[in-house]
C-alpha cells in the first residue's frame, strides 16, 4: 500500500521553532538589541525596525536593498518609505501589514520573492524588516526560501531559525503551511 503524502501543518512549523537552536553570532559593530539583524541566508537579513532606520549601519553591512514588512505609523509599524533610503540608494519595497493571525501576508509573497531573488542576483543584499524582526519578515523570508530556492516550508523555517530567534503568528504559519502544501502538489 502506498504511503498517503504528507502534507505541511502549522503544527509543524511550530515545531521546527521550538526545536531549532539558534546560533548567536552578532554583526561586526552590532549591539545586539539596538541594531538587530542576522544573515539567515547568503546575502538575506532579517531584523527590525531599527536596524532598517539606521541607514549608515546598513550601508556599512552592504544592504542594498529593504523590504519593509511593517511599512506605516503606529504602534508595531516602522515608519520609513522609499524616499528614507534615497540619499543612500537603498532600493526599498514596503508592505503595510499587521501581525494578526488574519492578516494575508500571502499576497506580497510573489512580489517580495522576485525583489528579494532580483537583488541577489545581481550581487546585492536585503534587510526584510518589521517591527521587531520576528513574524511579518521571517514569514516573507521563509516565503523567498520556498519559492526562489526549491526550500521546503520545514527546511525554510529551519534555515531561519538557525540563525535568528523568529516566531511568525498562527495565522501566518498557516499561510506558510498552505503555500508549501500548494507547491508541493505542482
Same mark, same amino acid.
Request: hydrophobic letters at 35%; glycine letters at 16%; one cysteine or more.
Given at each position: 500500500m502506498a504511503n498517503p503524502v504528507?502534507? @505541511?501543518?502549522?503544527?509543524?512549523?511550530h515545531n521546527v521553532i521550538d526545536n531549532t537552536v539558534t546560533r548567536t553570532r552578532p554583526?561586526?559593530?552590532c549591539a545586539r538589541f539596538t541594531m538587530c539583524m542576522d544573515e539567515c541566508y547568503p $546575502?538575506?537579513? +532579517? $531584523?527590525s525596525g531599527v536596524a532598517a532606520?539606521?541607514?549608515?549601519y546598513l550601508k556599512k553591512m552592504g544592504i542594498t536593498h529593504v523590504v519593509n514588512t511593517a511599512e506605516? @505609523?503606529?504602534?508595531?509599524? +516602522?515608519?520609513?518609505?522609499?524616499?528614507?533610503?534615497a540619499d543612500v540608494g537603498i532600493r526599498y519595497l514596503g508592505f503595510r501589514l499587521l501581525d494578526l493571525p488574519t492578516t494575508k501576508i500571502d499576497q506580497y509573497f510573489e512580489t517580495a520573492a522576485q525583489f528579494i531573488d532580483d537583488a541577489l542576483?545581481?550581487?546585492?543584499? +536585503?534587510? +526584510?524588516?518589521?517591527?521587531?524582526?520576528?513574524?511579518r519578515s521571517a514569514t516573507v523570508a521563509c516565503a523567498f526560501l520556498m519559492l526562489r530556492?526549491?526550500? $521546503?516550508a520545514v527546511a525554510a523555517m529551519t534555515e531561519l531559525c538557525k540563525n535568528r530567534p523568529i516566531q511568525p503568528n498562527d495565522g501566518f504559519l498557516s499561510q506558510l503551511a498552505h503555500l508549501d502544501n500548494r507547491l508541493r502538489a505542482e
Open positions: 504528507s502534507h @505541511t501543518t502549522t503544527q509543524d512549523l554583526l561586526p559593530g $546575502g538575506l537579513f +532579517v $531584523g532606520n539606521n541607514k549608515a506605516g @505609523t503606529g504602534f508595531t509599524m +516602522v515608519d520609513i518609505d522609499k524616499a528614507f533610503y542576483k545581481s550581487g546585492g543584499k +536585503v534587510l +526584510v524588516n518589521c517591527f521587531m524582526g520576528l513574524s530556492r526549491n526550500m $521546503g
